[in-house]
Antibody, heavy 121, light 110 residues
Framework: EVQLVQSGAEVKKPGESLKISCKGS????????IAWVRQMPGKGLEWMGL????????RYSPSFQGQVTISADKSNSAAYLQWSSLKASDTAMYYC??????????????WGQGTLVTVSS | QSALTQPASVSGSPGQSITISCTGT?????????VSWYQQHPGKAPKLMIY???NRPSGVSNRFSGSKSGNTASLTISGLQAEDEADYYC??????????FGTGTKVTVL
Protein backbone atom coordinates (compact mmCIF):
# COMPACT_ATOMS: atom_id res chain seq x y z
CA GLU A 1 0.00 0.00 0.00
CA VAL A 2 1.34 3.40 -1.00
CA GLN A 3 1.60 5.81 1.94
CA LEU A 4 2.80 9.37 2.25
CA VAL A 5 3.20 10.41 5.87
CA GLN A 6 3.88 14.05 6.59
CA SER A 7 5.45 15.61 9.65
CA GLY A 8 3.29 17.21 12.31
CA ALA A 9 1.82 20.66 12.68
CA GLU A 10 4.18 23.55 13.29
CA VAL A 11 3.78 26.91 15.00
CA LYS A 12 6.53 29.37 14.17
CA LYS A 13 7.33 33.05 14.47
CA PRO A 14 7.97 35.34 11.49
CA GLY A 15 11.60 35.17 10.40
CA GLU A 16 12.16 31.63 11.68
CA SER A 17 13.21 28.76 9.44
CA LEU A 18 11.31 25.52 8.94
CA LYS A 19 11.65 22.20 7.13
CA ILE A 20 8.68 19.84 6.84
CA SER A 21 8.83 16.30 5.55
CA CYS A 22 6.89 13.75 3.54
CA LYS A 23 7.95 10.12 3.89
CA GLY A 24 6.93 7.68 1.19
CA SER A 25 6.50 3.93 1.51
CA UNK A 26 5.00 1.04 -0.42
CA UNK A 27 6.49 1.99 -3.78
CA UNK A 28 9.79 2.79 -5.50
CA UNK A 29 10.45 6.23 -4.03
CA UNK A 30 12.96 7.23 -6.70
CA UNK A 31 10.65 6.52 -9.64
CA UNK A 32 7.80 9.01 -9.20
CA UNK A 33 7.80 12.74 -8.71
CA ILE A 34 6.60 14.22 -5.43
CA ALA A 35 4.83 17.57 -5.46
CA TRP A 36 4.08 20.09 -2.74
CA VAL A 37 0.71 21.85 -2.74
CA ARG A 38 -0.31 24.84 -0.64
CA GLN A 39 -3.80 25.57 0.64
CA MET A 40 -4.18 28.82 2.51
CA PRO A 41 -7.06 29.05 5.01
CA GLY A 42 -10.37 28.96 3.17
CA LYS A 43 -8.65 29.08 -0.22
CA GLY A 44 -7.92 26.80 -3.15
CA LEU A 45 -5.08 24.48 -4.04
CA GLU A 46 -1.80 25.76 -5.48
CA TRP A 47 1.02 23.69 -6.98
CA MET A 48 4.26 24.89 -5.39
CA GLY A 49 6.85 22.65 -6.97
CA LEU A 50 7.84 19.10 -7.62
CA UNK A 51 10.90 16.92 -7.33
CA UNK A 52 11.95 13.71 -8.99
CA UNK A 53 13.78 11.87 -6.19
CA UNK A 54 15.70 9.68 -8.64
CA UNK A 55 17.91 12.59 -9.72
CA UNK A 56 16.60 15.45 -7.53
CA UNK A 57 15.44 17.32 -10.64
CA UNK A 58 13.22 20.07 -9.23
CA ARG A 59 10.72 22.45 -10.77
CA TYR A 60 9.01 25.37 -9.07
CA SER A 61 5.93 27.40 -9.77
CA PRO A 62 7.00 30.97 -10.60
CA SER A 63 4.94 32.05 -7.57
CA PHE A 64 7.14 30.03 -5.23
CA GLN A 65 10.53 30.13 -6.95
CA GLY A 66 13.02 31.62 -4.50
CA GLN A 67 10.51 31.49 -1.64
CA VAL A 68 10.91 27.83 -0.69
CA THR A 69 13.30 24.97 -1.29
CA ILE A 70 12.23 21.44 -2.20
CA SER A 71 14.61 18.55 -1.65
CA ALA A 72 14.61 14.78 -1.30
CA ASP A 73 16.66 12.15 0.53
CA LYS A 74 16.61 8.84 -1.32
CA SER A 75 18.14 6.97 1.60
CA ASN A 76 15.27 8.07 3.79
CA SER A 77 12.51 7.94 1.12
CA ALA A 78 11.57 11.45 2.16
CA ALA A 79 10.87 14.74 0.44
CA TYR A 80 11.18 18.08 2.14
CA LEU A 81 9.82 21.60 1.89
CA GLN A 82 11.74 24.33 3.64
CA TRP A 83 11.68 28.03 4.33
CA SER A 84 14.62 30.14 5.45
CA SER A 85 12.55 33.02 6.78
CA LEU A 86 8.85 32.47 7.37
CA LYS A 87 6.20 35.14 6.90
CA ALA A 88 2.70 35.32 8.32
CA SER A 89 1.43 34.76 4.78
CA ASP A 90 3.04 31.29 4.81
CA THR A 91 0.31 30.17 7.21
CA ALA A 92 -1.39 27.33 5.36
CA MET A 93 -1.92 23.61 5.03
CA TYR A 94 0.79 21.97 2.96
CA TYR A 95 0.22 18.67 1.18
CA CYS A 96 2.69 16.39 -0.53
CA UNK A 97 1.44 14.25 -3.38
CA UNK A 98 2.92 11.48 -5.49
CA UNK A 99 2.62 11.04 -9.23
CA UNK A 100 0.43 8.24 -10.45
CA UNK A 101 2.87 7.26 -13.18
CA UNK A 102 6.25 8.13 -14.57
CA UNK A 103 6.62 10.84 -17.17
CA UNK A 104 5.10 14.19 -17.94
CA UNK A 105 1.52 15.09 -17.24
CA UNK A 106 1.03 12.55 -14.50
CA UNK A 107 -1.84 13.16 -12.08
CA UNK A 108 -1.25 13.24 -8.34
CA UNK A 109 -2.65 9.89 -7.28
CA UNK A 110 -1.56 9.59 -3.67
CA TRP A 111 -1.62 12.37 -1.08
CA GLY A 112 -0.18 12.93 2.35
CA GLN A 113 -2.41 13.92 5.24
CA GLY A 114 -1.18 17.51 5.21
CA THR A 115 1.00 19.59 7.53
CA LEU A 116 -0.51 22.73 9.04
CA VAL A 117 2.01 25.55 9.34
CA THR A 118 1.03 28.54 11.46
CA VAL A 119 3.25 31.61 11.47
CA SER A 120 2.36 34.17 14.09
CA SER A 121 4.16 36.58 16.35
CA GLN B 1 0.47 30.96 -14.94
CA SER B 2 -3.10 31.95 -14.10
CA ALA B 3 -5.46 29.56 -12.37
CA LEU B 4 -7.97 27.75 -14.56
CA THR B 5 -11.48 29.18 -14.30
CA GLN B 6 -14.20 27.19 -12.55
CA PRO B 7 -17.63 28.27 -11.32
CA ALA B 8 -17.56 29.08 -7.62
CA SER B 9 -20.51 26.86 -6.86
CA VAL B 10 -22.79 24.29 -8.42
CA SER B 11 -25.76 22.63 -6.77
CA GLY B 12 -28.20 19.87 -7.51
CA SER B 13 -30.75 17.61 -5.90
CA PRO B 14 -30.05 13.98 -5.07
CA GLY B 15 -30.23 11.83 -8.17
CA GLN B 16 -29.66 14.71 -10.56
CA SER B 17 -26.61 15.27 -12.76
CA ILE B 18 -24.37 18.30 -12.51
CA THR B 19 -21.46 19.49 -14.64
CA ILE B 20 -18.49 21.58 -13.54
CA SER B 21 -16.52 23.44 -16.19
CA CYS B 22 -12.82 24.24 -16.15
CA THR B 23 -11.63 26.81 -18.68
CA GLY B 24 -8.01 27.39 -19.56
CA THR B 25 -6.03 28.22 -22.66
CA UNK B 26 -4.25 26.49 -25.51
CA UNK B 27 -1.15 26.48 -23.27
CA UNK B 28 -2.74 24.18 -20.74
CA UNK B 29 -6.18 22.55 -21.02
CA UNK B 30 -6.41 22.92 -24.78
CA UNK B 31 -2.87 21.80 -25.45
CA UNK B 32 -2.69 18.55 -23.50
CA UNK B 33 -4.93 15.63 -22.58
CA UNK B 34 -3.55 15.83 -19.05
CA VAL B 35 -6.52 17.25 -17.19
CA SER B 36 -7.28 15.85 -13.75
CA TRP B 37 -10.06 16.43 -11.27
CA TYR B 38 -9.73 16.29 -7.48
CA GLN B 39 -12.40 16.06 -4.80
CA GLN B 40 -11.75 17.58 -1.39
CA HIS B 41 -14.01 17.17 1.61
CA PRO B 42 -13.61 19.69 4.46
CA GLY B 43 -10.50 19.03 6.51
CA LYS B 44 -9.35 16.22 4.22
CA ALA B 45 -6.64 15.79 1.63
CA PRO B 46 -7.65 15.98 -2.03
CA LYS B 47 -8.58 12.77 -3.83
CA LEU B 48 -7.99 12.08 -7.52
CA MET B 49 -11.31 11.43 -9.28
CA ILE B 50 -10.47 11.76 -13.00
CA TYR B 51 -7.15 11.81 -14.86
CA UNK B 52 -6.12 12.27 -18.48
CA UNK B 53 -9.43 14.05 -19.18
CA UNK B 54 -11.74 11.07 -18.82
CA ASN B 55 -10.10 8.18 -16.97
CA ARG B 56 -11.16 7.05 -13.50
CA PRO B 57 -8.67 5.65 -10.99
CA SER B 58 -9.51 2.29 -9.50
CA GLY B 59 -12.20 2.61 -6.85
CA VAL B 60 -13.79 5.84 -8.11
CA SER B 61 -17.49 5.56 -8.85
CA ASN B 62 -18.54 5.49 -12.49
CA ARG B 63 -20.98 8.29 -11.61
CA PHE B 64 -17.98 10.57 -12.19
CA SER B 65 -17.01 11.28 -15.78
CA GLY B 66 -14.80 13.78 -17.57
CA SER B 67 -14.55 15.31 -21.00
CA LYS B 68 -12.85 18.13 -22.87
CA SER B 69 -13.66 20.39 -25.78
CA GLY B 70 -11.10 22.94 -26.90
CA ASN B 71 -9.84 24.90 -23.92
CA THR B 72 -12.62 23.75 -21.57
CA ALA B 73 -12.73 20.53 -19.58
CA SER B 74 -15.79 19.30 -17.71
CA LEU B 75 -16.56 17.00 -14.81
CA THR B 76 -20.02 15.46 -14.67
CA ILE B 77 -21.43 13.84 -11.57
CA SER B 78 -24.51 11.76 -12.32
CA GLY B 79 -26.93 10.37 -9.75
CA LEU B 80 -25.82 13.02 -7.27
CA GLN B 81 -25.47 11.75 -3.71
CA ALA B 82 -25.06 13.50 -0.39
CA GLU B 83 -21.47 12.21 -0.13
CA ASP B 84 -20.60 14.10 -3.34
CA GLU B 85 -20.91 17.41 -1.49
CA ALA B 86 -17.33 18.71 -1.52
CA ASP B 87 -14.96 21.07 -3.27
CA TYR B 88 -13.74 20.05 -6.71
CA TYR B 89 -10.57 21.25 -8.43
CA CYS B 90 -9.43 20.70 -11.97
CA UNK B 91 -5.75 20.65 -12.83
CA UNK B 92 -3.87 20.70 -16.11
CA UNK B 93 -0.34 20.11 -17.30
CA UNK B 94 1.02 23.23 -18.95
CA UNK B 95 3.37 24.41 -21.68
CA UNK B 96 5.96 25.30 -19.01
CA UNK B 97 6.16 21.62 -17.99
CA UNK B 98 4.38 22.34 -14.76
CA UNK B 99 0.80 22.18 -13.51
CA UNK B 100 -1.98 24.62 -12.70
CA PHE B 101 -5.11 24.15 -10.58
CA GLY B 102 -8.53 25.55 -11.20
CA THR B 103 -10.13 28.07 -8.87
CA GLY B 104 -12.28 25.38 -7.28
CA THR B 105 -16.01 24.65 -7.23
CA LYS B 106 -18.14 24.00 -4.18
CA VAL B 107 -20.75 21.35 -4.92
CA THR B 108 -23.87 21.46 -2.77
CA VAL B 109 -26.42 18.67 -2.65
CA LEU B 110 -29.79 20.28 -1.98
Amino acid sequence: EVQLVQSGAEVKKPGESLKISCKGSGYSFTSYWIAWVRQMPGKGLEWMGLIYPGDSNTRYSPSFQGQVTISADKSNSAAYLQWSSLKASDTAMYYCAKAGRSGSGSPALDWGQGTLVTVSS
Amino acid sequence: QSALTQPASVSGSPGQSITISCTGTSSDVGGYDYVSWYQQHPGKAPKLMIYDVSNRPSGVSNRFSGSKSGNTASLTISGLQAEDEADYYCSSYTRTSFYVFGTGTKVTVL
